[in-house]
């Protein structure tokens, strides 16, 4: 009997071929279904850790806005309430007094610190964005750096600016608060505007003619926990999905841009 032919030899080297290929082919594909769900579950690790993150940051930001409600209506009620009695009691004692005028500097002290104490309460909690919104709220907070700086805040409005969720709006006022802080403590500018409108994106621009800064210096300063007001205003942008902007360099001013999708 003799042995396989070379057709059958040839055959069976090639079906040989064949199952190795099949075999490499289904190891390979094993290897890429393999990886791509490791980055699938890489990746809801990372939405899962980021979405804590948030909730983190939510939790935290909100813990320091109920405490400023608190604080502010402390300062607003009760301290406040006080001064104001005193005030009271002053302008009587005055009228009897045989020269009232030797009132005129206690009274003009004790006016000055409730002027303090109702300002103060107002950047700790303002009234005026609950019940006017963010608009008004961010103009009444212009005038009133205007106010004790001295330095124009101007606000401008372009097109309408959307009515947001109360906390959104919180979030975006509290923004335009540092910005608007840091440019008068900070920039040495004569002059900050503020603008902000929206049509199909919600848009702030906080700009200074002031002495600018080195960006990159002042991210490393926040990541080693010395540049707080950039890390809380990127974190508020964060929760809020918005992009922020920040075109500056030294002596030539700054440039800060916030948009956010509607």
Do not use: W
């Not at 402390?74 to 020269?99: C, E, N, Y």
């Not at 964005?129 to 961010?138: D, R, Y």
């Not at 926040?222 to 508020?236: D, T």
């Amino acid at each position: 009997m003799g042995g396989p032919s070379e057709y059958q030899v040839a055959l069976l080297v090639a079906i040989g071929t064949v199952a190795m290929l099949m075999l490499a082919i289904a190891i390979i594909l094993f290897v890429v279904f393999y990886q791509k769900k490791m980055i699938q579950e890489q990746l809801k690790v990372q939405k899962l850790e980021f979405e804590y993150q948030q909730k983190m940051m939510e939790a935290a930001l909100e813990s320091q806005e109920n405490e400023r409600r608190r604080v502010a209506g402390d300062l607003h009620d009760s301290i406040g309430g006080m001064l104001s009695t005193i005030r009271v009691g002053l302008t009587t004692l005055a009228k009897q007094m045989a020269d009232p005028q030797n009132m005129e500097q206690p009274k003009q002290m004790l006016d000055d610190t409730i002027k303090s104490v109702r300002s103060l309460s107002l950047d700790l909690m303002p009234a005026t964005l609950e019940k006017f919104g963010l608009v008004q709220a961010v103009k009444e907070l212009c005038d009133r750096f205007q106010a004790v700086s001295l330095v124009p805040v101007l606000f401008q409005e372009q097109g309408e600016v959307p009515e947001l969720h109360p906390k959104k709006e919180l979030m975006i006022f509290r923004v335009a608060q540092e910005l608007v802080n840091n440019a008068l403590k900070h920039s040495q500018a004569t002059s900050v505007h503020v603008t902000m409108g929206g049509n199909d994106k919600f848009e702030m621009i906080v700009e200074d003619n002031g002495v600018g800064f080195d960006l990159d210096s002042v991210r490393s300063q926040a990541k080693n926990g010395q540049g707080l007001g950039l890390f809380n205003i990127e974190n508020r942008i964060r929760i809020l999905s918005a992009k922020l902007e920040i075109d500056t360099q030294p002596g030539k001013g700054t440039r800060v841009t916030m948009t956010m999708p509607l």
